[in-house]
């Protein structure tokens, strides 16, 4: 079945440009997460979503970052005056529930902010 | 904040040997340890995992290992093939969280030369 997908694949945009990135989690899975890879580095949460809601926004960076789900599947994370410390690669992950299952990534979006 | 350190970062291995990847972290709270496999271009894959009520699980070539008193776990693979050349991540669910709120490692370069 398909997996996780985002888009777009790649984002290159100008410092101060607003960028929006999307999410399609598995269907059925009511959980999503958002996690940001730096070059080389390990993974950092963002932002998790049950169901429509996010109970959990402490990883996200400032208040230019900002995250919605709509009808409990797609995502779209939105950085708003974009700076070049924001580029890195955006990855989503679903799982089928809420609790410590297996999280099932995207490809991520590659974002570089010139 | 929860840390993981992961050790080391780049292996390399002939094939048919085995590959041990070491992670320790500072939070008491954590009981879930998800070891995921990342290939170039793709999002991570998870591979393993464990939990705190357990010290060893095994899945064919792989098995995870957790001493909780030390704060430490390790992956294995056993007779490495070159397709096992990826990066590894160790992880866990920073401050014991009851969802998916994973604080990741590093990241290990893994090279199986055939």
């Known amino acids: 079945g398909a997996g996780v997908s985002q888009s777009p694949s790649n984002k290159v945009t100008e410092k101060g440009k607003d960028v929006e990135l999307r999410c399609d989690p598995i269907?059925?899975?009511?959980?999503l997460y958002w996690y940001r890879q730096s070059l080389g580095q390990g993974l950092e949460f963002l932002i998790y979503?049950?169901?429509?809601?996010?109970?959990?926004k402490s990883g996200l960076p400032s208040d230019r970052f900002s995250a919605e789900r709509t009808g409990g599947s797609v995502s779209t994370l939105t950085i708003q005056r974009t700076q070049q410390e924001d580029s890195a690669v955006y990855l989503c992950?679903?799982?089928?529930?809420?609790?410590?299952?297996?999280?099932?990534f995207g490809p991520g979006t590659r974002l570089l902010v010139l | 904040g929860e840390n993981v350190e992961q050790h080391p970062s780049t292996l390399s291995v002939q094939e048919g040997d085995s590959a041990v990847i070491k992670c320790t972290y500072s939070?008491?709270?954590?009981?879930?340890f998800p070891w995921y496999k990342q290939e170039l271009g793709k999002g991570p894959q998870l591979i393993i995992d464990?939990?705190?009520?357990?010290g060893e699980k095994k899945d064919q070539r792989i098995a995870v290992t957790l001493n909780k008193t030390a704060k430490h776990f390790s992956l294995h693979i056993t007779e490495t093939q070159p397709e096992d050349s990826a990066v590894y991540f160790c992880?866990?669910?920073?401050?014991?969280?009851?969802?998916?709120?994973?604080?990741f490692g590093q990241g290990t370069i893994l090279t199986v030369h055939p």
């Open positions: 992950a679903s799982s089928l529930g809420s609790g410590l299952e297996t999280q099932y």
């Open positions: 269907s059925g899975h009511t959980a």
């Open positions: 979503f049950q169901g429509n809601s996010a109970p959990d």
């Open positions: 939070d008491s709270a954590s009981n879930y």
């Open positions: 464990i939990r705190s009520n357990v």
């Open positions: 992880a866990n669910n920073a401050g014991g969280t009851s969802y998916g709120k994973l604080t």
